[in-house]
């Protein structure tokens, strides 16, 4: 049983209905992937992408990062499920294989579809998709998938990330105070297409500079001038699935971090509104 604002109580059957609805009024649904050497993990991802409610309306972009092992061929045996290769001759880092499968949904998806940029390594859940798609429905702008609202946990993961996310999330939360967020550093999150194109007429080829993980602030930072709504779902990350090492490395990471906030502090607010 579920008490909407106005007090009226909706079964569980109407509750799931109302959110059918809510999904169908988006519009295709895009997945980026941004992947370097995922080949263990990539097929089991884009398999329970295919099985997914929504798979006939999913077009998945795999940025192939410049991998050595493979990557790239493992979408080709993939069934039931439209799947796009984008190859980097050379590995770019995250926040340019972001940048390229942004630029791919931009390229072709319409003002209503909805941009889902999630990490290739099986460790955030397609299951989620219904969650963001109802969220934009609703109204929201960027959905991102929090490890740190009630339902979230990022138990699974090594101890050193979780606390270098939570300090992030405590320093960006007061720095850039962006109403709606507690989860800066998800790597998990869906947008409004429309909304990027908005960030991307303005900022072009700048709209992602960052090469490393501080990639997904970055953008939050920049769309933030476009005054987007920003709503969150909760996470449960699967780091126990994830089959090799992280490739993320923690100085890099903090310093890339540090160069962020203080590039934001000096650089001027776009003269005109997004």
Not at 76 to 81: Q, S
Not at 136 to 162: N, Q
């Amino acid at each position: 049983m579920r008490v909407d604002d106005h007090g009226i109580r909706h079964s569980a059957d109407e509750s799931a209905a109302t959110a059918q609805d809510a999904i169908r009024a988006c519009g295709d649904v895009h997945v980026v992937l941004p992947a370097y050497n995922e080949a263990a993990a990539l097929p089991r991802l884009l398999r329970r992408i295919a099985d997914a409610d929504l798979a006939d309306r999913i077009t998945v972009w795999v940025v192939d990062d410049g991998s050595s092992d493979g990557t790239g061929d493992c979408v080709a045996g993939v069934r039931g499920l439209d799947v796009r290769l984008v190859r980097h001759p050379e590995n770019l880092g995250l926040g340019q294989a972001v940048q390229t499968g942004l630029r791919a949904v931009l390229a072709e998806a319409s003002p209503d579809d909805v941009a889902i940029v999630m990490d290739a390594d099986d460790t955030h859940d397609p299951g989620v998709f219904p969650a963001l798609l109802e969220q934009i429905a609703a109204g929201a702008d960027v959905v991102i998938c929090s490890r740190f609202v009630e339902g979230g946990d990022d138990s699974t993961a090594p101890r050193w990330r979780r606390l270098l996310s939570r300090g992030a999330a405590v320093v960006f939360g007061r720095v850039l105070r962006v109403a709606g967020v507690q989860d800066f550093t998800s790597g998990f999150r869906a947008y409004r297409v429309s909304l990027l194109r908005r960030a991307a007429a303005h900022w072009g080829e700048r709209l992602v500079e960052e090469r490393g993980f501080a990639c997904m602030v970055e953008l939050l930072m920049k769309l933030r001038h476009c005054a987007p709504v920003v709503r969150e779902v909760p996470l449960r990350l699967r780091y126990d699935r994830k089959p090799g090492p992280s490739k993320l490395r923690l100085g890099r990471t903090l310093a890339q971090y540090l160069l962020l906030l203080m590039r934001d502090r000096l650089a001027p607010v776009p003269f005109r509104k997004l």
